[in-house]
């Protein structure tokens, strides 16, 4: 076989690796959401389908195939199918340049654990979830239900205050690495985790993925109380269900790319070599479900912020910290105060 | 042909469709949509010749950010529903005389041998061919090209570009100090102590 054969099927088995993966961590997602929680709460949980609820997302996706397809009358038939889709497309290329685990050797082929490295990939990162919120918008658009539309104007609002202060925090590590590569920003931090020598950009940067992600406390686009479900009021059955998908799946790619960038992503100071390399993917899924499990505690233990306090937040806290924070890196840096891992 | 060339005309048959559609459509919305697939071409057109920062440069500020706006304020006003008349009617003749000139432009500087051998090839392109592909585009070569050879245009772009932000502020700052004026006045005049509100909305 010729040298791009190989190299086609090597990248199409990882795509569909990292999209199995997504599938199936939201399926589990949705439990470990709904046990934890529940424990939080002193309550049970799903306990029923299977053994300590395993089964419960197949029940579930199983009852959602059989719902009714409903479509409003009024609705931009065209955009109210398409926007469940754009709003999976996002969440599940997002990880094709996140590594997850360093070489391996699989029946004697070498191949590295990780879709694409490319000098940009940061920045691919920032253009994915800049586009995140398009599906978003649509739906609550082509529902024409005055809810859906207030939920899909809010994510609008919500995505463009919180964007620039995520990149802001980004440029943190970028600067500490000298390098737009995540395998190169996961290299850097070999030694010590960003999260220590950068606390300040690793907070900001959680705090506007849980914003882009639409996760408690900032929900806003599809609260309960005020929207009845926000942008996704009109929909059931399976589109619905791709919401659904959608949210949770990017609950995990903003977990794995914070792992990447703040917690050393596959890399645990040369644990990580052990089992021929295997033992990457797994410290970085322990890592990925640590962070999934604090995203559940912080929405079983916040309420969800008033609309104005939302931008006010954004705009006057988040994004002057998060510009000052660079241009100090930046200056340090330059004064070889901190060490620059170029 | 190679992959490469049936990869561009594929991009470039789509990227021609959405044009026309966005400027066909009637749903303000719709127009919206297309322009930012249209945007989605111009950056795959931008990985295709080697530059992957601008690429993604491309996607996170122009589909990522300015078209976000426009749907925004497209759906905040409902403007997609409100149809311009015929009051644009005089500009369709004109767009065709302007497009046929511009065409007739660039064919002929396409095609004319003279013209053609002489364009302009700038000198950092050429260096950074003759260097190797490996560093062209990525971002420390885009950078330093930004900031050593071109550092006096991109500071003026910066000023520019502060100085219409700075414009943006007082204008929104503006309207509330005479929204609240107006708020006074009509306060003041009125007889039974209503508010005035009504009349701000």
Redesign the interface.
């Known amino acids: 076989m010729s040298d791009f054969v190989i190299f086609l099927i090597d990248a199409a088995v990882k795509a569909v690796l990292i999209i199995v993966g997504l599938v199936l961590g939201f399926a589990y997602t949705t439990w470990l959401e709904r046990r934890f929680i529940a424990r939080l709460q002193s309550r049970v949980g799903p306990n029923r389908a299977g053994p300590a609820g395993l089964l419960q997302p197949w029940a579930d996706a199983l009852k959602l195939f059989f719902k009714e397809d409903i479509m409003p009358t009024d609705a ?1 038939r065209i ?1 109210y199918t398409l926007a469940p889709a754009v709003t999976s497309v996002p969440a599940l290329i997002v990880l094709g340049v996140v590594p997850f685990g360093g070489q391996i050797s699989l029946f004697g082929y070498q191949t590295t654990l990780g879709l694409a490295d ?3 990939g940061v ?2 990162i ?6 995140a ?2 599906g978003v ?2 739906a ?2 082509a529902s024409s239900n005055k809810y859906a ?1 207030m939920g ?2 809010r994510a ?2 919500q ?2 205050s919180y ?1 620039l202060a995520m990149g802001l925090a980004i440029l943190a590590p970028v600067m500490m690495a000298a390098s ?1 590569s995540m395998s190169d920003i996961i290299d850097a931090q070999q030694n010590i985790w960003f999260v220590f020598l950068q606390p300040i950009a690793a907070v900001i940067f959680y705090i506007t993925i849980l914003a882009e992600t639409n996760r408690s406390p900032f929900d806003l686009p599809e609260a309960e109380q005020e929207l009845v479900a926000g942008y996704h009021t009109e929909y059931s059955g399976m589109k619905f269900a791709s919401f659904f998908m959608a949210e949770y799946m990017k609950m995990i790619a903003v977990s794995a790319i914070f792992s990447a960038l703040f917690l050393g992503g596959y890399r645990f100071f040369g644990l990580e070599n052990l089992l021929g390399g295997w033992m990457g993917p797994i410290i970085l899924f322990v890592k990925i479900v640590a962070s999934l499990a604090f995203m559940v505690w912080i929405r079983a233990t916040l309420p969800r912020f008033r609309y104005d306090k939302l931008m006010a937040f954004g705009w006057k806290v988040l994004l002057p910290l998060s510009l000052a924070n660079a241009v100090v890196t930046a200056v340090l840096i330059v004064l070889d105060i901190i060490p620059s891992f170029a | 042909m190679t992959p490469g060339t049936v990869l561009f005309l594929i991009l470039a048959l789509i990227a021609v469709a959405s044009a026309i559609g966005m400027l066909t459509s009637a749903n303000a919305v719709h127009a919206a949509l297309f322009l930012v697939i249209n945007f989605f071409c111009i950056a795959l057109f931008y990985l295709g010749l080697h530059a992957p920062f601008l690429a993604m440069v491309q996607i996170t500020v122009y589909a990522g950010a300015i078209m976000v706006l426009f749907l925004f304020v497209i759906m905040l006003l409902g403007a997609e529903r409100i149809s311009l008349g015929s009051t644009l009617r005089w500009q369709g003749p004109l767009a065709i005389v302007l497009v046929v000139l511009l065409l007739g432009v660039t064919i002929f500087i396409l095609f004319s041998p003279q013209i053609g051998s002489q364009m302009p090839v700038p000198e950092v392109w050429t260096a950074a061919q003759a260097a190797g592909d490996a560093e062209f585009g990525s971002p420390a070569s885009v950078g330093l090209v930004l900031f050593e050879r071109y550092l006096l245009p991109f500071q003026m772009v910066g000023i520019l570009l502060l100085v219409a932000m700075i414009g943006a502020v007082v204008l929104t700052r503006d309207e509330l100090k005479t929204g609240r004026k107006r708020r006074e006045a009509q306060t003041a005049v009125s007889p039974d102590g209503q508010t005035g509100e009504v009349g701000e909305a």
């Open positions: 931009d955009i490319i000098n940009v920045l691919y920032v253009a994915v979830t800049s586009i919120v398009y918008v649509l609550g658009w539309m899909g104007l609008t609002a995505m463009i964007e737009m």
